[in-house]
C-alpha cells in the first residue's frame, strides 16, 4: 500500500514534466533563433513572424552557413542574383550571407512576392521556391489553382511544408514568436 502511494506521489510529481515532452521535442526539431530581427522585420513589412520562421525553417532549418546544391545562401537560402535584385531595389545593404541581412532580405523579398501575388501565401511560396516567372506562366492558364495544379512536385511540398511549419512555429512560440518557455 505505501509502495503504490509512493508510485502515485512520483507519477504525479513527474506528469508537468511527462505532458511538456512533446513540446520539448518539437522545439528541439523546430528551433528558433534570431527571433528579434524576424519580428522586427515581420512587422515592418506586415509579414505574420511565424510564417518568415517557417521559411526560415524549411529553407535551412535555421542554418545560417547552409547552401543549396544551386548556390543559394543562408537562413533563407538566397541566391547572389537575388540579393543583388533585392539590393537594388530595396536598398538593404551587406552581405547576404551574413544572417541579420539575409533574414532582413528574405523578408523584403516576401513582402515584394506578397504585393505581386496580392497576399496569396501559396503564390508568394511558389513564387520563392520556383521563381516569379514560373508562377507567372501558371497562373496564366486558365482554371490554375495553386493548391492542386503546381506541376513540380518539389515546390508542391515546399508550399505545403512552409504552411505546416508556420501551424507548428505558431503552437510552439506563439502568433508573435514572443512566448518562450
Known amino acids: 500500500m505505501a509502495l503504490g502511494a509512493l508510485l502515485l506521489l512520483v507519477l504525479l510529481a513527474a506528469l508537468p514534466f511527462l505532458l511538456e515532452t512533446p513540446d520539448t521535442v518539437r522545439r528541439a526539431t523546430h528551433p528558433l533563433r534570431y527571433e528579434g530581427v524576424i519580428q522586427a522585420q515581420s512587422e515592418r513589412y506586415d509579414l505574420e513572424p511565424t510564417f518568415v520562421a517557417a521559411v526560415i525553417y524549411t529553407e535551412s532549418r535555421f542554418d545560417a552557413e547552409g547552401e543549396s546544391h544551386q548556390g543559394a545562401y543562408g537562413l533563407m537560402q538566397i541566391l547572389p542574383a537575388t540579393a543583388d535584385f533585392i539590393s537594388e531595389r530595396s536598398g538593404i545593404e551587406g552581405d547576404y ?64 511544408n512552409v504552411l505546416e511549419a508556420q501551424e507548428t512555429y505558431e503552437e510552439l512560440y506563439g502568433r508573435d514568436l514572443d512566448r518562450r518557455s
Do not use: C, K
Request: glycine share 10%.
Open 97 to 160: 550571407r551574413e544572417p541579420r541581412t539575409n533574414i532582413r532580405m528574405g523578408i523584403w523579398y516576401l513582402d515584394y512576392l506578397d504585393e505581386r501575388y496580392l497576399g496569396d501565401e501559396r503564390l508568394m511560396l511558389a513564387a520563392y521556391n520556383s521563381g516569379e516567372g514560373r508562377v507567372d506562366e501558371w497562373i496564366s492558364d486558365e482554371g490554375f489553382d495553386v493548391g492542386r495544379d503546381i506541376p513540380f512536385q518539389e515546390t508542391h511540398e515546399y508550399v505545403n
